[in-house]
């Protein structure tokens, strides 16, 4: 052995820090590397480009890069989304934690991880050919690809998520909660409702907005099917634009170093900031209740 | 009476969601295999595309995506892994660990199309690598690392006190401790955890739209530095961008099939292999 034991053990322990420290960097650096790319275009053309009203980045008059029909896009799809998978996901949850038999528990639960599995780009491609049509025919539209559609296949995606965390939540409420409402004579259901539900209620709160973090970066399944149309509104029969459908569409065709380029970086900052956000306010729910 | 009948009511309503929730899922699963699996052939899994992709096979893109999930799993698996040793045995509670947990969670949270820009941002024009496997693969790696670690940080603490006292009181050191009688109970659990999150990485678009994928490239890569054909990608590519988008829907099932027996063949096989390992140890 070249080193002495305490000298070896000491620098295999500044290995695993090391590695440990790459999560921070890549962090620092994908803060770092959005800036670098998004900041020149404060110097030129300025902040203001960025507050107009709508999005024209390629034109012969003057192209306009205005965020807002890209935020309202992705919200309008975010809360339609997250508004349907609500009631599926948390009493998809109630019914794996609570009233399914041991049977079904065993077969819903990994099929319903199953689905987190399939890649968004075919759950995209499945609305293109088959959701959209239907929303048209059931709507009366010209085109089958609105916020609506998006929004369906968002809220499918985002129910694994929601019920995982959820069925954690309702399976962690002390059992003397249970026990204690079916001795007051409570039913099964009366239980369910008005002594668990509540118990879990910031685990479920918080499966909610990990779901919809899911949601507002995910960018396959609406780039194909929301059809991308800058518009500003907040109807969901109409077609949208979400802010990562822009990035992905265009980032392939910019010149590089362009004001265009410089836009789409900051679309890019702004939905890592609505996710931290998201995220961070999802995990300090969920450390509250599991600290309980 | 009414209150019997509520109670019915009810448990109905969360059968019938699960239910309903089920049979979606049910229902894109057998529509793509139903649609995908007349076209499945030798021909469509081991040939090149020909004809601007309306006829031909797909292997390019098969390969390209296996190039892909490989190298992501040599670079992400030891860093996840390392990390993941290190908060589970060294780190002491205190603000540098808080500031790695942040870190963690908050690298979960970024969407995928983020870690696209950053991987163009950063591997493709700051370091020149180009659009290439390579800038590619650094850049799942850095999407992937956290869900390697959470999972190998989990497979690490089920791991028994005990067996970590027994042999420091026995006067070895943290470092023997670890390597003799922590890794090798845990390192099993540690992989499949891994390939579970690794599923996800043949399915991605996103990144790979930005940092690796080429449009139409009927040839296998010869080296790190060259574009690839994915999967994902041909599947977003023939399904919205290409000329003669209904005459190569047989094409897109077939693809979107493909795409989904190995996301899911990777998944299961981990899920497989978890729950042989589990029955190999039990505390």
Same mark, same amino acid.
């Given at each position: 052995?070249?080193?002495?034991?305490?000298?070896?053990?000491?620098?295999?322990?500044?290995?695993?820090?090391?590695?440990?420290?790459?999560?921070?960097?890549?962090?620092?650096?994908?803060?770092?590397?959005?800036?670098?790319?998004?900041? =020149?275009?404060?110097?030129? =053309?300025?902040?203001?480009?960025?507050?107009?009203?709508?999005?024209? =980045?390629?034109?012969?008059?003057?192209?306009?890069?205005?965020?807002?029909?890209?935020?309202?896009?992705?919200?309008?799809?975010?809360?339609?989304?997250?508004?349907?998978?609500?009631?599926?996901?948390?009493?998809?949850?109630?019914?794996?934690?609570?009233?399914?038999?041991?049977?079904?528990?065993?077969?819903?639960?990994?099929?319903?991880?199953?689905?987190?599995?399939?890649?968004?780009?075919?759950?995209?491609?499945?609305?293109?050919?088959?959701?959209?049509?239907?929303?048209?025919?059931?709507?009366?539209?010209?085109?089958?690809?609105?916020?609506?559609?998006?929004?369906?296949?968002?809220?499918?995606?985002?129910?694994?998520?929601?019920?995982?965390?959820?069925?954690?939540?309702?399976?962690?409420?002390?059992?003397?909660?249970?026990?204690?409402?079916?001795?007051?004579?409570?039913?099964?259901?009366?239980?369910?409702?008005?002594?668990?539900?509540?118990?879990?209620?910031?685990?479920?709160?918080?499966?909610?907005?990990?779901?919809?973090?899911?949601?507002?970066?995910?960018?396959?399944?609406?780039?194909?099917?929301?059809?991308?149309?800058?518009?500003?509104?907040?109807?969901?029969?109409?077609?949208?634009?979400?802010?990562?459908?822009?990035?992905?569409?265009?980032?392939?065709?910019?010149?590089?170093?362009?004001?265009?380029?410089?836009?789409?970086?900051?679309?890019?900052?702004?939905?890592?900031?609505?996710?931290?956000?998201?995220?961070?306010?999802?995990?300090?729910?969920?450390?509250?209740?599991?600290?309980? | 009476?009414?209150?019997?009948?509520?109670?019915?009511?009810?448990?109905?309503?969360?059968?019938?969601?699960?239910?309903?929730?089920?049979?979606?899922?049910?229902?894109?699963?057998?529509?793509?295999?139903? /649609?995908?699996?007349?076209?499945?052939?030798?021909?469509?899994?081991?040939?090149?595309?020909?004809?601007?992709?309306? /006829?031909?096979?797909?292997?390019?893109?098969?390969?390209?995506?296996?190039?892909?999930?490989?190298?992501?799993?040599?670079?992400?698996?030891?860093?996840?892994?390392?990390?993941?040793?290190?908060?589970?045995?060294?780190?002491?509670?205190?603000?540098?660990?808080?500031?790695?947990?942040?870190?963690?969670?908050?690298?979960?949270?970024?969407?995928?199309?983020?870690?696209?820009?950053?991987?163009?941002?950063?591997?493709?024009?700051?370091?020149?690598?180009?659009?290439?496997?390579?800038?590619?693969?650094?850049?799942?790696?850095?999407?992937?690392?956290?869900?390697?670690?959470?999972?190998?940080?989990?497979?690490?603490?089920?791991?028994?006190?005990?067996?970590?006292?027994?042999?420091?009181?026995?006067?070895?050191?943290?470092?023997?401790?670890?390597?003799?009688?922590?890794?090798?109970?845990?390192?099993?659990?540690?992989?499949?955890?891994?390939?579970?999150?690794?599923?996800?990485?043949?399915?991605?678009?996103?990144?790979?739209?930005?940092?690796?994928?080429?449009?139409?490239?009927?040839?296998?890569?010869?080296?790190?530095?060259?574009?690839?054909?994915?999967?994902?990608?041909?599947?977003?590519?023939?399904?919205?961008?290409?000329?003669?988008?209904?005459?190569?829907?047989?094409?897109?099932?077939?693809?979107?099939?493909?795409?989904?027996?190995?996301?899911?063949?990777?998944?299961?096989?981990?899920?497989?292999?978890?729950?042989?390992?589990?029955? /190999?140890?039990?505390?």
């Amino acid at each position: 052995m070249i080193f002495p034991g305490p000298v070896k053990d000491k620098l295999i322990k500044y290995c695993f820090l090391g590695a440990a420290s790459t999560s921070i960097l890549i962090v620092l650096l994908i803060f770092g590397f959005l800036g670098k790319e998004a900041v =020149p275009f404060l110097r030129e =053309p300025g902040l203001g480009k960025l507050l107009d009203s709508r999005w024209v =980045p390629v034109s012969f008059v003057q192209e306009r890069f205005g965020l807002l029909p890209l935020v309202t896009g992705s919200l309008v799809v975010t809360m339609l989304a997250t508004l349907i998978a609500i009631p599926f996901g948390v009493c998809g949850a109630i019914y794996i934690a609570e009233i399914a038999g041991s049977w079904e528990r065993e077969i819903f639960k990994p099929f319903i991880e199953l689905l987190a599995g399939i890649p968004s780009v075919v759950i995209g491609f499945f609305g293109l050919i088959v959701l959209g049509p239907i929303v048209k025919e059931v709507f009366g539209l010209s085109s089958g690809l609105t916020a609506l559609t998006g929004a369906l296949l968002l809220a499918l995606m985002s129910i694994p998520t929601i019920i995982t965390i959820s069925e954690d939540a309702i399976k962690s409420v002390p059992r003397s909660y249970k026990e204690a409402s079916l001795a007051m004579g409570a039913t099964r259901m009366q239980t369910i409702i008005k002594v668990i539900v509540p118990a879990a209620l910031s685990g479920i709160i918080a499966a909610v907005m990990l779901g919809m973090g899911r949601v507002i970066g995910e960018t396959m399944a609406v780039l194909m099917c929301t059809g991308n149309a800058p518009m500003v509104t907040l109807s969901p029969v109409e077609p949208v634009y979400t802010m990562t459908a822009v990035i992905a569409s265009e980032m392939g065709e910019v010149a590089f170093g362009s004001e265009h380029y410089r836009a789409l970086f900051w679309v890019g900052l702004v939905l890592l900031f609505a996710t931290f956000i998201i995220n961070y306010i999802a995990q300090k729910v969920l450390h509250t209740y599991q600290q309980r | 009476m009414k209150s019997r009948w509520s109670e019915k009511w009810i448990y109905w309503v969360f059968r019938i969601t699960t239910y309903f929730i089920i049979l979606t899922i049910s229902w894109i699963i057998f529509d793509i295999v139903i /649609k995908g699996l007349p076209v499945i052939s030798w021909e469509f899994l081991f040939a090149a595309p020909r004809e601007g992709g309306t /006829k031909g096979g797909i292997f390019p893109a098969i390969v390209g995506t296996l190039c892909l999930v490989l190298g992501t799993i040599l670079i992400a698996l030891p860093l996840g892994m390392l990390s993941a040793v290190y908060l589970s045995e060294y780190a002491k509670p205190g603000r540098f660990t808080r500031a790695i947990r942040l870190a963690i969670v908050t690298l979960a949270g970024v969407p995928s199309i983020v870690f696209g820009l950053f991987g163009l941002g950063l591997f493709v024009i700051f370091f020149n690598f180009g659009t290439s496997i390579l800038a590619g693969i650094l850049t799942l790696a850095c999407m992937i690392l956290p869900t390697i670690i959470v999972s190998s940080e989990e497979s690490l603490r089920a791991v028994p006190l005990g067996l970590r006292e027994g042999s420091l009181a026995l006067g070895a050191t943290k470092w023997q401790t670890i390597y003799k009688n922590v890794l090798p109970y845990s390192v099993s659990g540690m992989l499949t955890g891994s390939i579970l999150g690794v599923g996800r990485v043949a399915g991605e678009t996103a990144p790979i739209l930005l940092t690796v994928a080429a449009f139409f490239l009927p040839k296998l890569p010869g080296s790190i530095f060259d574009q690839v054909m994915v999967l994902p990608y041909h599947l977003y590519i023939l399904a919205t961008q290409h000329h003669e988008m209904d005459l190569v829907r047989p094409l897109q099932y077939g693809t979107a099939l493909v795409l989904i027996a190995l996301v899911l063949g990777i998944n299961i096989f981990a899920i497989f292999l978890r729950s042989h390992f589990r029955k /190999k140890y039990k505390w």
